[in-house]
């Protein structure tokens, strides 16, 4: 059917739109997020007296790379999953097999979001450096929204597709 191809091509667009909105943000307002980077790199809101905290980092230079990274793994979400959907949309009337090969942009877009905000924000920066001590520099919440839908758009996007009518 292609109104399913249609939706999960607009779902794909969705989330490129998405990826790209937090790159531009946090390319073009750089102070609010590298903030938010250099508070939870340096761990100065976690709970007094962990025993973490020998993990802090505390220069501006590793703040500016992690930042760097942040921003570079948006982007490449937002290209893969851009070109994802471009690659399905060119291939909106073609067979089963010939559409499921055009979602593999889309797969790689979604594995770089994955890592960019699970990894990123709920391994290393939540558990690694105690993100989840902070009442005030925890991102954990928005990560969990951000990549559960990836993964939601990613399982719907991924079944297979009937031949088109």
């Known amino acids: 059917m292609i109104v399913v191809r249609l939706s999960k091509i607009a779902m794909t667009a969705a ?4 990826a790209f909105i937090v790159t531009y943000d946090n390319i073009i307002d750089y102070d609010s997020n590298y903030t938010f980077v250099k508070h939870v790199l340096s761990m100065d809101t976690t709970f007094a007296g962990n025993k973490l ?6 220069s501006p230079q590793s703040w500016t790379v ?4 942040i921003i570079a793994g948006e982007a490449v979400t937002f290209l893969l999953l851009a070109a994802g959907a471009l690659v399905m949309l060119r291939h909106l009337r073609g067979s089963a097999d010939e559409f499921q090969r055009a979602k593999t942009w889309m797969i790689a877009g979604c594995a770089a979001g994955f890592l960019v905000w699970f990894f990123g924000f709920m391994v290393v920066g939540g558990e690694y450096f105690a993100m989840w001590q ?3 520099w925890n991102g954990q919440d928005a990560a969990f929204r951000f990549y559960m839908t990836l993964l939601a758009v990613l399982t719907f996007v991924n079944q297979r597709d009937h031949e088109p009518a």
């Open 15 to 18: 989330l490129a739109a998405f």
């Open 53 to 58: 905290m020998y993990r802090a980092l505390t």
């Open 66 to 69: 992690a930042y760097g990274l």
């Open 134 to 136: 902070s009442k005030t």
